[in-house]
């Protein structure tokens, strides 16, 4: 499929790890910063935010100027590898206040994401691991690469997926939830549309173009009358993400200072198992 955009845009802005373009009636957020694997940070989590608030502001002006849809993308071979470890790890030493702050940004952002007032659609390939499950269930549609694979991986450095937990159980259901985020195992694309986390599977070379054409399709629907269709879903369900916000932002906070925590992520660093896990008879 030719790719419906590439004569049509009409500018870009960059705001660090991350850059803004508008393609007409559809904007596109695009996390750049491949050497790094598209991991989140403090500043990407804040620039993040500020950029969808001001996005969702520009829903009340022109119908002109404001978005009909957002396409959510990342440059390199994998859409995000979730948090970064470096910044975790230093979080790990920081006090109690500071990491529940902290956390309450990536609750913000998730619910910002979560409640635009128009359609958002991800892009997933390569590796989609513990935050960016987040990002992923936040948004109404999804297409992934097949080569795309996903993990909520955070019990495996001792830590919780807590802030993203309401929009995975939202996306997956709470039996399947309890399967992947406690045994933190690798899943393909397949299994992510049977999960429904996914909803589209295209081949590599196609999942550009294939996801701006989706996106497009939705800019052509009335504006007023998807925004009022995802207030009224999002009224169906009662906003699980806000009742729990000060449940999951608490949790974070609390695990991610504690020992197992730190330990997890120093081993990571050092390469080596961490002291919890059993050694089995058929490891070498």
């Known amino acids: 499929m030719s790719d419906p955009l590439t004569s049509s845009a009409l500018g870009s802005s960059t705001q660090g790890p991350f850059r803004l373009e508008r393609h007409g009636p559809l904007a596109e957020l695009v996390l750049s910063r491949p050497a790094r694997h598209n991991a989140f940070d403090a500043d990407l989590m804040l620039g993040l935010l500020d950029c969808l608030d001001d996005l969702a502001h520009l829903h009340g002006h022109d119908l002109a100027e404001r978005p009909h849809a957002l396409l959510l993308r990342a440059e390199g071979k994998h859409f995000c590898a979730g948090a970064d470890l470096n910044w975790m790890r230093n979080l790990a030493h920081a006090d109690f206040e500071h990491n529940r702050e902290d956390a309450r940004v990536l609750a913000r952002l998730m619910q910002t994401l979560d409640e635009l007032p128009f359609p958002t659609v991800a892009l997933v ?27 909520l991986s955070e019990v495996s450095l001792g830590l919780v997926p807590a802030v993203i937990s309401p929009y995975v159980v939202r996306t997956m259901g709470m039996r399947q939830a309890r399967r992947y985020m406690l045994s933190a195992e690798p899943f393909d694309a397949i299994t992510a549309c049977r999960l429904n986390v996914a909803h589209q599977l295209c081949k590599p070379d ?20 998807m925004k009022e269709t995802k207030r009224l879903l999002a009224a169906i369900e009662a906003h699980p993400s806000r009742l729990h916000e000060e449940k999951t932002v608490e949790t974070i906070a609390r695990v991610r200072v504690g020992l197992e925590a730190q330990e997890g992520m120093q081993a990571f660093f050092d390469k080596r198992p961490p002291a919890w896990r059993p050694r089995f008879k058929d490891e070498t």
Do not use: K
């Not at 935050?131 to 993990?151: K, M, P, Q």
């Not at 196609?206 to 009358?225: D, F, K, M, V, Y």
């Open 125 to 151: 390939q390569g590796a989609a691991y513990g935050g960016a499950l987040g990002l992923i269930c936040a948004c109404d549609l999804v297409l992934a690469s097949d080569d795309a694979r996903f993990c």
């Open 206 to 225: 196609q999942l550009l173009a294939e996801g701006r054409a989706q996106a497009l399709r939705l800019c052509r629907n009335g504006p007023e009358a």
